[in-house]
């Protein structure tokens, strides 16, 4: 594993690859944040496209990564994080209609757990799942950054439309 940290809008973001693939894009104070320890030696090696790809969204350039993956976590929660990319820039859905995307209706606490443990924040768009109201829950990155992404993809779409 290695690690790099780069600036964003959002503070600083902590980039891991695992042999080379992103494993994880973690912010400051995030819950369920690895110890950096486990991260590995710095070394942004592994991590142009990811940077460049992250200017590109933050500069209202890109609404969807094209990036490998390695989503480290159980079966359960890869089904659940492979579905949250496909929620489109912008969007929302709550944590019931991505349950019943999944065929699993029931499950939107389940849903809610496993979108909780996402290692890779904003790239796989966790912060486009709210509560059955509408209103902003549980993100990992904290509820101010997860309205503040929400707010910005929201005043991208209207910029360009």
Known sequence: MT??????????????????????????????R??????GPADPTPFGDVIAQL??????????????????GTPFQR?????????????????????ARLGRPTAARAVGMANGRNPIGIIV?????VGSTGDLTGYGGGIDRKR????????TLAAVG
């Open 3 to 32: 690690h790099t940290t780069v600036d964003s809008p959002v503070g600083p973001l902590t980039l891991v690859a695992t042999d080379g693939v992103l494993s994880g894009l973690y912010m400051t104070d995030q819950r369920y």
């Open 34 to 39: 690895p110890e950096d320890s486990s991260f």
């Open 148 to 155: 503040q992404l929400l707010e910005f993809e929201t005043a």
């Open 125 to 129: 768009p966790c912060h486009r799942v």
């Open 79 to 99: 089904t659940v994080w492979r579905a949250l990319c496909s929620i489109p820039y912008g969007e929302t859905v709550s944590y019931g209609e991505l349950a």
């Open 55 to 72: 200017e590109e969204y933050f500069a209202g350039r890109r609404t969807s990564f094209e990036l490998e993956l390695d989503l480290l």
